[in-house]
């Protein structure tokens, strides 16, 4: 017996303030039967699935049964967690702290269960965990309601305080009542069973959170009980910050993405109100995405820490405000060390003091896909910044920058690396608006691309700050360029590229270029045009042309009314085609701006690529030549009417109109205004 006071554990506190049920087009409901009653009772936000006024005690068990119903007319998955919302802990009569979620149990049995006490611990005994530990049911389907008949699954909760359980778990004369609050949610979503024109995989991704979160206690416990997918139901205010708690040892994987947590912020805003250290703390695997979080006392946002650490960002706008009394390096957007990793995809991060992003002197891997990064901060700041860890730490920094937009101030640094025994650092694209400086780098800053509108610095005792490869730059950079790369002077912008790399800087000189059998050209900024004349001219096999700065080329042909392009295996990166364009054989079309029609018109049934291109024209297929297979990923497309015995593969396109006269057509997570397929009889159209 628990001996000296009363408690109400289980009583009013004990809520469901977090059953919270999703519908959008979805029916569904939850409802509940205590023991002892034969009537469904539907649970909402205030329902108290337990018997009111109970004192709980060593043997004291109580036993639930949970339905889960698809009222709706379409078929839906689920996904119901029982987990502790938040709690209050006290102090025991040994003067030492404890927490009831420590002691009382629970164990989770399918079906409609009608027990005693005893049969009812003796089902769950062997699988039963602490309230502490969160349940997850998985994702559950349910077949839509059909003539009045709907589908259900039921399961039976017994919850109960072991016999074994003494004086560790009863409070002192005085202390604070201990009390749990229990959450139990119910999340629905479409499933892949209706159908519509196509087929029945258009909401197969569709997602639902474990649980939704509208204070900071609520978002920790979920983390603290192991609940993988959270999304944020309203605004947050931090007092405390967050944290992401590593992995157990016995848990922990090489591939530290492996069980991460995905906090949905779903629009919201995340507030820290602290005045000293890091809103969330991450040392463990976690994505957040889709939302804001701001500081507003000069203290760091988030800051990823240890080996067990994984960190994705996207679509995420993370501000740091206020000076505070912090130096810079603690007054980041996002901060890492001690081996910890972090990837970028997207997102805006500023820091009105300190940086956008910064590694510290222990360490880490970081990744920047994109984004846009600011400091607002002195000349000693930066928007990003990577150290590394001194050579008896073994913990190096390795840092990636794809691409995203990185400001200073007026004599500021948009990139700085300190890296005394940094391993590899490299830059393969993005814009850096500010000074870029490589401090103590043996290795030097790999620069493979990218635009940089300031210049470079160099500190320290260390050679070889830089090794440039590639890039567009506002001055000389010459005598930083690696072997084997040289500097292409474009009216005052500077373009560097590899020494056996012809350069043009006209029409004449592109012309003798191609006439040369020159397999790799590259235009200096201005206006250029081809000529294709009866097969005999030239050709372009095997050749790449790619544009340097404004680059606009017209191509015209003596065989037909567009520009006909005669060669295979031809490449245009960086071109702006003024003309109509098509090519005879497989091409690949990189980062291009097309006017007029762009013609697939592969005479051998090869390949037409385009990558991150703008069709501001038709694209079309010819009528003259059999085509091959098309591929278009991520284009802007104003116009597309095409036929024949080819397959068109759109893929994260946003299209105006599409016309098909019946040509096998598949589109993946595209944007269609219009869709015509009104003439197709034969061909497969899939959108995904």
């Not at 295996?569 to 029609?597: L, M, P, Q, R």
Request: glycine share 10%.
């Amino acid at each position: 017996m628990l001996i000296g006071t009363t408690f109400a554990w289980f009583t009013d506190s004990v809520t469901s303030a977090n059953n919270i049920i999703k519908s959008g087009n979805l029916d569904v409901e939850l409802y509940y039967q205590a023991e002892g009653q034969t009537d469904w009772t539907k649970v909402t936000e205030n329902t108290n699935v337990f018997k009111a006024d109970t004192l709980w005690e060593p043997g004291h068990t109580e036993v639930v049964k949970l339905k889960v119903v698809n009222e709706g007319t379409l078929a839906l998955k689920y996904h119901l967690g029982v987990n502790v919302a938040s709690e209050i802990g006290s102090v025991n009569v040994n003067d030492e702290a404890f927490k009831l979620s420590d002691f009382i149990k629970f164990g989770i049995v399918d079906g409609a269960q009608t027990y005693t006490r005893d049969q009812a611990i003796a089902a769950v005994d062997a699988t039963a965990t602490p309230l502490k530990t969160a349940y997850n049911s998985g994702t559950t389907a349910l077949e839509a309601k059909n003539d009045g008949n709907t589908d259900e699954k039921i399961v039976t909760m017994v919850v109960y305080m072991p016999t074994t359980v003494g004086n560790e778990a009863n409070a002192k004369t005085g202390a604070a009542v201990p009390t749990i609050n229990l959450g139990i949610n119910l999340y629905a979503t479409q499933m892949t069973a209706e159908s519509d024109s196509f087929n029945d995989q258009y909401d197969k991704d569709a997602w639902h959170p474990d649980m939704e979160v509208t204070t900071a206690a609520d978002l920790q416990a979920a983390l603290n009980n192991g609940v993988t997918n959270i999304a944020l139901a309203d605004d947050i205010d931090l007092e405390e910050p967050i944290v992401i708690p590593a992995p157990a040892a016995s848990t922990y994987s090489l591939r530290r993405n492996a069980n991460a947590v995905v906090i949905n912020l779903n629009g919201k805003k995340i507030t820290s109100n602290l005045t000293s250290g890091r809103a969330i703390l991450v040392q463990g695997a976690a994505e957040i995405k889709n939302g804001t979080i701001t500081t507003t006392n000069g203290v760091g946002a988030i800051f990823a820490t240890g080996k067990s650490a994984s960190l994705i960002l996207t679509d995420m706008t993370v501000a740091v405000t206020g000076t505070g009394t912090n130096k810079e390096w603690i007054l980041t957007a996002v901060g890492a060390a001690n081996g910890a990793k972090v990837v970028i995809n997207n997102g805006t991060y500023s820091a009105e003091k300190g940086y956008g992003l910064v590694v510290s002197t222990t360490g880490a891997d970081v990744t920047i896909n994109d984004g846009i990064f600011t400091t607002e901060g002195t000349t000693e700041s930066a928007a990003v910044r990577f150290d590394s860890g001194w050579d008896n730490s073994k913990v190096y920094t390795k840092a990636v920058i794809n691409g995203g937009v990185f400001n200073a101030p007026e004599g500021g640094f948009a990139f700085t690396a300190n890296n005394a025994y940094g391993k590899d650092i490299t830059i393969n694209g993005g814009t850096f608006n500010g000074k870029v400086a490589s401090h103590y780098q043996d290795n030097g800053v790999v620069i493979n691309g990218g635009i940089f509108n300031d210049k470079l610095f160099e500190g320290g005792n260390h050679t070889d700050k830089y090794q440039i490869k590639g890039g567009t730059f506002s001055f000389d950079p010459t005598k930083r360029v690696a072997e084997g790369f040289k500097v292409v002077d474009a009216n005052g912008t500077y373009y560097v590229v590899a020494d056996d790399v012809t350069v043009a800087y006209d029409a004449a000189g592109l012309n003798n270029a191609i006439a040369a059998g020159k397999t790799e050209v590259v235009l200096a900024e201005g206006d250029y045009a081809l000529r294709f004349t009866n097969h005999t001219n030239f050709n372009l096999n095997d050749m790449t042309i790619k544009g340097l700065g404004d680059v606009n080329l017209a191509i015209s042909s003596s065989e037909a009314w567009y520009g006909r392009v005669q060669g295979s295996n031809v490449t245009f990166e960086n071109i702006h085609f003024t003309s109509s364009v098509g090519a005879t054989g497989k091409a690949t079309y990189n980062n291009c701006t097309f006017d007029g029609w762009t013609i697939c018109a592969s005479s051998n049934k090869e390949e037409t690529t385009f990558n991150n291109c703008t069709i501001n024209g038709c694209l079309n297929t010819s009528t003259d030549f059999s085509s091959g297979d098309v591929f278009v990923n991520n284009c802007e497309i104003a116009k597309a009417e095409y036929s024949g015995s080819m397959t068109m593969n759109f893929v994260d396109c946003q299209i105006g109109e599409i016309i098909i006269w019946n040509a096998n057509t598949n589109l993946t997570n595209c944007q269609v205004t219009e869709l015509d397929n009104s003439n197709v009889t034969t061909a497969t159209v899939t959108i995904k």
